[in-house]
């Protein structure tokens, strides 16, 4: 898993690159990035299959901010980015949200 974060200086925004690695994700078809950014939306933000198994995502979002978010896994699995900047409840049973300041 890596997050990669470039704050570009002709707007206020950061390229926030979302990767994960083969074998992170086993034989996973599809992996979604569903969080703050998008309204928890589990099909509008798809990461790009790689040819080497892995999945990436380049965004830009706003500087200033931070913001929650998983990773849903051929639609049924929840991962979270080990290299996130925080974690905090999301209020279900004790499980996590990862969270990127930017």
């Known amino acids: ?17 979302f990767g994960l690695d083969k074998k992170e994700i086993a034989q996973a078809d599809t992996v979604n990035l569903v969080g703050d950014f998008n309204d928890w939306s589990k099909t509008s933000t798809e990461l790009t299959k790689l040819k080497s198994g ?3 995502l380049v965004m830009e ?5 931070e913001y929650q978010f998983r990773y849903l896994v051929d639609g049924n699995t929840w991962l979270n980015d080990s290299t996130a900047d925080k974690f ?3 209020g279900i ?8 300041a930017l």
């Open 1 to 17: 898993m890596s997050i990669k974060k470039q704050i570009l200086k002709s707007k206020p925004v950061c390229k926030v690159t």
């Open 54 to 56: 892995g999945f990436k």
């Open 61 to 65: 979002l706003p500087v200033g901010q």
């Open 88 to 90: 905090v409840s999301n």
């Open 93 to 100: 049973s004790g499980e996590q949200n990862c969270v990127i």
